[in-house]
Each structure stands twice: as C-alpha cells, then as structure tokens.
C-alpha cells in the first residue's frame, strides 16, 4: 500500500514540475495572477515533500516574463544576484515597474490633451 502512494506522489510530482516548466506569461496576464499560479504549483510540489530551491523558482520566474518587463528583467539579472534573491522580492520590483510604466503613460496622455488645449 505504501509504495502505491509513494508512486502517486511521485506521477504527481512530475506532473506539477511540468506544468511549472511549461509556464509562460501570457501578454494579457496580470503579473499578480501569474505569480499566484506559479507559487500555487511551487507550493504543492513542496507539499509533496519534494525540493525545490528559492533561486531555481526566481530565475524560473524571471524566465518567464512577457515583452513589456523585459527591461527590468535585464535590469535585475545585472545588478542583483539571482541566487540570493526571494521571489517575493523580484515580484516587488516587477510590480514597482508596472506602476511606473502606468504612471508614465498617463503623464503621456495628459500632456497630449494639453498641449491640444493649448493649441485650440
């Protein structure tokens, strides 16, 4: 009986470190949603007693990144060392990226309606 539930965990396990593998984010995903997805399949293959280093899940993340964070990607590849960091913490300097991105786009557009009214 114990080994029948030892290969189950382990058919389990692969299963999860697949699909962590296969993980991409998607153009139209949000960076939270993603990173729920990706600690949920972390945290169950953990759960399973299986090891999985913090660095191999930053550098996972990192990989998996769309276009429009790529910059910062580039950026922390460069000046941070992946194996030290937590995922929580390149979660934060992602998320600290979109809201300047965010906050640059609406000066953007506010200016341009400006200098419209200003034309007028």
Not at 3 to 14: T, W
Not at 26 to 41: I, R
């Amino acid at each position: 009986m114990c080994q029948g539930v030892e290969r189950v965990e382990k058919a389990k396990v692969h299963t999860l470190r697949i699909e962590f593998e296969l993980m991409c984010m998607k153009d139209n995903e949000q960076l939270d949603h993603f990173y729920l997805t990706l600690n949920g399949l972390v945290t169950n293959i953990r759960a399973l007693s299986e090891e999985m280093k913090e660095a191999y899940v930053v550098k996972k993340l990192v990989r998996a990144m769309q276009t429009k964070l790529l910059q910062i990607v580039s950026t922390l590849e460069h000046f941070k060392n992946l194996e030290t960091l937590y995922v929580e913490e390149v979660v934060g300097y992602l998320k600290a990226h979109e809201e300047r991105m965010k906050g640059g786009e609406k000066g953007e557009s506010n200016g341009g309606q400006l200098m419209l009214t200003e034309e007028e």
